[in-house]
């Protein structure tokens, strides 16, 4: 680890040899070693330029300490460093956490080829192939004057990647269970097809395979770890592991997405602004075959197919430590910025989920449709058990887990806003899974609807408004099962059912309040 090295690193770096990166930051040193006096952060003040495919920028490989048996990050008395008095640390148990912060101030550019042949770039991202100490946390920061531009398809902004915990024959179980997180001050530019701006991603061998799940059983008392490596919960808000945007994400590439959720993390925070299909046309890394080159099609703001992994109240943390307080991380991905779909976007989603993913968007969250066919949210989700509490009788026990059914689902709170301007689109679409309304889903345009629906449950307690020719409030088409059925479907599937104790308004003569077929439900105790 190199001192002062916020001050230094300032140069052009361009990568030009496939599978190569501009730096790697390996064995990094607590940003408060010594009273944080002795040794920086990395910070990338400078200049990347990224050739060629599988090209990384910043590649984060992970540390060790006193309690993984590694040699940095070692115990040290009480000292004074240029006048400045620290206090001693030991680093030996998961008490004291070695967090190394990687920051970029400076500018990291994924150039594509002109033939569209260069991909799978990433600007920024935790990757290592060993197994780091449990009590480090890696925590990846482009700062608010950090810049990422994607301009290789199929490339990330900032990746975050678990350990495998048998990674390069690792069998201690001190190491290969850590924390990390991802977060966006400044500004990500995916200007390429079928990238992300922040994305978590699971572990898999050279030959695609995902890493297999790891006993932690004598230690913590985990039975097992999730398959294709485990991002570390921990029981405190200022070690969680989490992704966050505070930042603006801008997206002018097909198929892209500017926060993806594809493996579990402790904590999701999406604030800030993204934004898609601003631009006014497309090159051939931004415009995927076939595609209509003057739009940006098929993206996504936010996306999740899996749960989050908190902490639950009152329960242990990955480590065994008992959590007293509330609960640490986010029970869903959640919203508390603004998704904007521009004029030039089309067949877009503002949050959609698959599988087990959960998105809440909260007060003061907003997703704004500005143009035609696009939709404000998608539920497509599915029936699953989840842990809800975990705790341990004894250091000696295993520890024992609380499931509870869950499904896939996006819930709309007070003060969150879904506005649909543009014709011939969507505020609210559920395929199937859940969902819920206690904000607004406000629609003024031509041939649009407020809510669609064809399987599952939604819950309305806020206000559906409809303005416009043929833009209807709530249309229930059901192809879900009836609950009666042998064998009976989940919740996610069955018949569609609308409970409303909320307002739903149309200000449009000649449009529908509520019309529902096929044998979908129907409850109404609001207005």
Request: net charge negative.
């Amino acid at each position: 680890y190199v001192m002062d090295q916020d001050t230094k690193i300032t140069s052009t770096v361009n990568v030009l040899a496939e599978n190569t990166r501009a730096y790697m930051v390996d064995e990094g040193i607590d940003d408060d070693y010594k009273g944080g006096y002795k040794f920086k952060p990395f910070t990338q003040k400078g200049t990347i330029n990224l050739y060629a495919n599988k090209n990384v920028g910043i590649d984060v490989q992970g540390t060790h300490s006193s309690y993984g048996n590694g040699e940095v990050n070692q115990t040290y008395a009480a000292g004074t460093y240029n006048g400045q008095n620290y206090n001693a640390k030991n680093y030996d148990t998961m008490e004291e956490i070695v967090n190394v912060k990687i920051i970029n101030e400076g500018q990291i550019n994924g150039i594509g080829s002109k033939t569209g042949t260069v991909e799978n770039q990433v600007a920024f991202g935790f990757n290592n192939y060993d197994a780091s100490a449990n009590n480090s946390r890696n925590e990846l920061i482009n700062e608010t004057n950090g810049i990422l531009t994607l301009g290789a398809p199929k490339s990330v902004g900032i990746q975050l990647r678990p350990e495998n915990p048998a990674g390069s024959g690792n069998t201690n179980d001190k190491r290969g269970l850590n924390m990390m997180a991802g977060i966006n001050k400044g500004n990500i530019n995916l200007n390429s097809y079928g990238s992300f701006g922040i994305l978590t991603v699971e572990n898999k061998s050279g030959n695609n395979l995902v890493s297999a799940s790891a006993l932690y059983n004598g230690i913590y008392g985990l039975s097992n770890t999730t398959a294709g490596g485990q991002i570390a919960s921990y029981g405190s808000n200022t070690y969680m592991s989490k992704i966050e945007n505070t930042g603006t994400i801008s997206i002018t590439g097909d198929e892209s997405i500017g926060v993806g959720m594809l493996h579990n993390i402790q904590g999701a925070y999406v604030g800030g602004t993204i934004n898609i299909g601003t631009d006014t046309s497309q090159n051939i890394n931004q415009n995927k075959t076939s595609n209509d080159a003057s739009k940006i099609e098929n993206a996504i703001g936010v996306y999740s197919k899996v749960e989050t992994r908190p902490v639950w109240a009152n329960s242990i943390d990955d480590f065994a430590r008992l959590n007293n307080g509330g609960i640490i991380g986010t029970e869903s991905v959640e919203i508390t910025g603004t998704i904007n779909i521009g004029e030039k976007a089309t067949n877009s989603i503002g949050a959609g989920i698959q599988k087990k993913g959960a998105i809440t968007l909260k007060s003061g969250g907003k997703i704004k449709v500005n143009s035609s066919n696009n939709y404000g949210i998608l539920v497509e989700g599915e029936e699953f058990e989840r842990v809800v509490a975990r705790t341990r009788p004894n250091s000696n026990a295993s520890a024992i887990e609380t499931t509870a059914k869950q499904y896939g689902r996006i819930d709309i709170k007070s003060g969150g806003k879904v506005e649909i301007l543009g014709n011939n689109s969507m505020g609210f679409v559920l395929l199937k899974g859940l969902g819920s309304n206690a904000g607004n889903i406000t629609v003024v345009s031509s041939n649009s609807l407020g809510f669609y629906g064809n399987k599952g449950i939604f819950e309305n307690s806020g206000t559906i408004e409809t303005t416009g020719t043929e833009s209807h409030a709530v249309i229930l088409q059901n192809e879900g099962t009836s609950p009666s059925a042998t064998p009976a479907p989940s919740k996610a599937e069955q018949t569609l059912t609308f409970n409303n104790t909320g307002q739903i308004i149309v200000n449009t003569l000649g449009t529908v309040g509520i019309y529902a077929q096929s044998g979908a439900a129907f409850t109404h105790s609001g207005s």
